[in-house]
C-alpha cells in the first residue's frame, strides 16, 4: 500500500469513529445532565442526606453493571467474526449469562439485606428498599444486555440511547412520579416507581434490536463451537471486570461504609460531575472496541496504534478546557445542589484530576481486551486491586472524603500505568503524542490563573475572562495541538 493510499485509509477511519463517537458523546452528555436534574430533584425536595441514601442504591446498580462487562466484551469481540445466525445464538447465551450474574448478586442482597443496612450508611427502614433492589436489578442488567450487543453490531446510535439514556431517564421519571403524583416522598416508593420505569424501557429496548437488526434469540444447541469460544472468552474478562470493579467501584462501596449520608451523597455528585471531562473519551469506547477487533484480527496493528495515538491526542485536547472550568468552578458546581455538598469542593477536584488522567491514556483497558490479552489483563488487575482496596480503605478512616478521592485518583493512575505496560510490551501500543503533552502542560497554569482571577475579580467577571482563555486555546489546539488528520476527520464530522 502506498503512503498516500495508507493516510486515505487512516483518515477513513478516523472519520468513522469521529463520526459515530458524537453520537456516543451526546448520549453521554445526556446521561451526565439527566444524573444532575436527579441530584438536584432529591436534595431540593428531601435533602442532601437523601441524596446520599438513593446514591448507595445507584452506585448499587452501576457496580451490578459492571459485573456483567465480560460477557458485553464478549459480544464485541466474537459477533463480529461469525454468522448472523450464530450472533443469535450468541444473544441467547448471553442473555442466560446475565439472568444468572443477576441471581447471584440478588440472592445474597436479599439474604443479608440486615446486616448490609448494618455495615452501611443505610438506616433499618431501607430493608424493605435493599429488596426491591435487588429484584429491580434484573431490568437493569437486561438494558445492559441490549446495549452490548447493539455496540457489537455498529449500531452505535441505539446503544448510547440504551445505555446513556434510559437507565438515568428511568431514575428521572421515578423523582417526578414521586413529586408530581402526591405519593409519600420515600425511598421505596421512589425505587418502585424507578423499576417500573426501567422494566418499561428494556421492552422498549427490545423492540428497538427486533426493529433495527436481524438479532432474534437463537438454539443455544446450534453453533456450540462458537458458544465455547464466546464463554471461554467471557469468562476470562469477567474475571478482569471483577477485579477491575474492586479497584475502580470499591470506591462506592468504601463511601457507603464510611462517609455519612450528606458527604457520601457530595462524594457520588463529585463523581457525576468529574466523568463529564471524560466526555471525549465515552463517545470513542462506544465505537472503538469493534474497530479494535476487526483491525487486530486482520493483523493490522500498526494501523491500530495509530487510531490509539489519534483518538487519545483528540480526546486530551478536547477535554482540557472542561477540565480547567470545572477545576476552577468546583464550589460553585456543587452548590448549584446543596451547600452542604459545596463545602466537599476540594473532593471534586481530585476526583476531576483522576477523570483526566484517565483521558491522558485513552482507551488503554478496551484495547488491552480486544488485542486477545484477556488473561494478561486479568493478572494485571489482580495486582491493581490487591493495591488499591486497603489504600482506599486506610486514606478514608484517616482523611475522610477527601482521602477517599486522592486513594481514587492513585488507584486510576496505578491502573492505566500497568494496563499501558502491558499493552505496550505485548503489542507495542502507546496513546502519547507530542501534542498531548503541550495540551497537559497547559492545563496546570491555566488552572491556576483561572483561580487568580476569580479570587481577585469575582465569579461573574472571571467567567468573561475564562471564557477568552478557552477561546484562545481552542485557537492554539486548531493550530498547533491538533493535525492535519484530526482536522480532517472533524469536518467529516460538521458535513455529516
Request: some cysteine; hydrophobic content about 55%.
Amino acid at each position: 500500500m502506498t503512503a498516500a493510499a495508507q493516510t486515505e485509509d487512516d483518515d477513513e477511519l478516523l472519520a468513522e469513529v469521529v463520526e459515530k463517537s458524537a453520537v456516543g458523546i451526546v448520549a453521554f452528555i445526556s446521561e451526565r445532565l439527566l444524573l444532575f436534574v436527579v441530584a438536584y430533584a432529591v436534595a431540593g425536595v428531601s435533602g442532601a442526606a437523601a441524596y446520599g441514601f438513593l446514591s448507595v442504591f445507584i452506585r448499587g446498580e452501576t457496580i451490578s453493571r459492571n459485573l456483567v462487562a465480560g460477557i458485553g466484551d464478549g459480544y464485541t469481540r466474537i459477533v463480529p467474526t461469525v454468522s448472523s445466525s450464530a450472533q443469535q445464538t450468541l444473544m441467547s447465551a448471553g442473555t442466560v449469562g446475565y439472568v444468572c450474574i443477576w441471581i447471584v448478586v440478588a440472592m445474597p442482597v436479599i439474604m443479608f439485606r440486615d446486616r448490609l443496612v448494618e455495615l452501611t450508611l443505610l438506616q433499618p427502614r431501607h430493608e424493605a428498599v435493599v429488596v426491591i433492589f435487588a429484584v429491580g436489578l434484573l431490568p437493569f442488567l437486561l438494558l445492559r444486555d441490549l446495549r452490548d450487543m447493539f455496540r457489537a453490531l455498529r449500531r452505535i446510535r441505539l446503544a448510547m440511547l440504551v445505555s446513556r439514556v434510559f437507565a438515568p431517564l428511568a431514575l428521572l421519571v421515578g423523582v417526578l412520579a414521586i413529586s408530581v403524583g402526591g405519593i409519600t416522598s420515600s425511598l421505596l416508593n421512589l425505587w418502585v416507581g424507578i423499576v417500573g420505569a426501567v422494566v418499561l424501557l428494556v421492552a422498549i429496548g427490545t423492540w428497538l434490536l427486533f426493529r433495527f437488526t436481524d438479532i432474534r434469540f437463537g438454539s443455544l444447541r446450534s453453533h456450540r463451537g462458537v458458544v465455547q469460544r464466546f464463554l471461554t472468552y467471557a469468562a476470562s474478562t469477567t474475571g478482569v471486570a471483577v477485579l477491575e470493579l474492586v479497584q475502580r467501584r470499591a470506591v462506592f462501596v468504601v463511601m457507603s461504609v464510611y462517609l455519612s449520608p450528606v458527604v457520601a451523597g457530595a462524594f457520588s455528585l463529585s463523581v457525576v460531575v468529574a466523568l463529564i471531562v471524560r466526555w471525549p473519551l465515552s463517545g470513542v469506547n462506544g465505537i472503538l472496541p469493534p474497530i479494535a477487533a476487526s483491525l487486530y484480527n486482520d493483523g493490522d496493528t500498526q494501523r491500530l496504534h495509530r487510531l490509539y495515538q489519534q483518538t487519545s491526542r483528540l480526546a486530551i485536547v478536547v477535554t482540557t478546557p472542561v477540565f480547567v472550568v470545572g477545576y476552577t468552578y468546583a464550589p460553585e458546581l456543587l452548590g448549584v445542589i446543596s451547600d452542604a455538598y459545596a463545602q466537599q469542593a476540594a473532593v471534586l477536584r481530585v476526583v476531576l484530576g483522576a477523570q483526566y488522567v484517565a483521558t491522558i491514556f485513552g482507551s488503554v483497558g478496551l484495547l488491552l481486551l480486544m488485542t486477545d490479552n484477556e488473561r494478561a489483563s486479568l493478572l494485571t488487575q489482580v495486582f491493581n486491586a490487591a493495591v488499591a482496596l486497603p489504600l482506599m480503605v486506610t486514606f478514608t478512616t484517616g482523611y475522610g472524603a477527601i482521602g477517599l478521592g486522592v486513594a481514587y485518583l492513585l488507584s486510576v493512575v496505578l491502573n492505566n500505568t500497568t494496563e499501558l505496560a502491558v499493552l505496550y510490551f505485548r503489542d507495542g501500543l502507546t496513546p502519547f503524542s507530542r501534542q498531548q503533552v503541550y495540551a497537559i502542560a497547559l492545563s496546570c497554569p491555566a488552572v491556576y490563573a483561572c483561580q487568580v482571577i476569580k479570587s481577585i475579580a469575582g465569579i461573574r467577571v472571571s467567567l468573561v475572562f475564562v471564557s477568552l482563555a478557552v477561546a484562545v486555546y481552542l485557537w492554539f489546539g486548531k493550530r498547533v495541538l491538533l493535525r492535519s488528520v484530526d482536522m480532517r476527520a472533524m469536518r467529516a464530522l460538521i458535513a455529516e
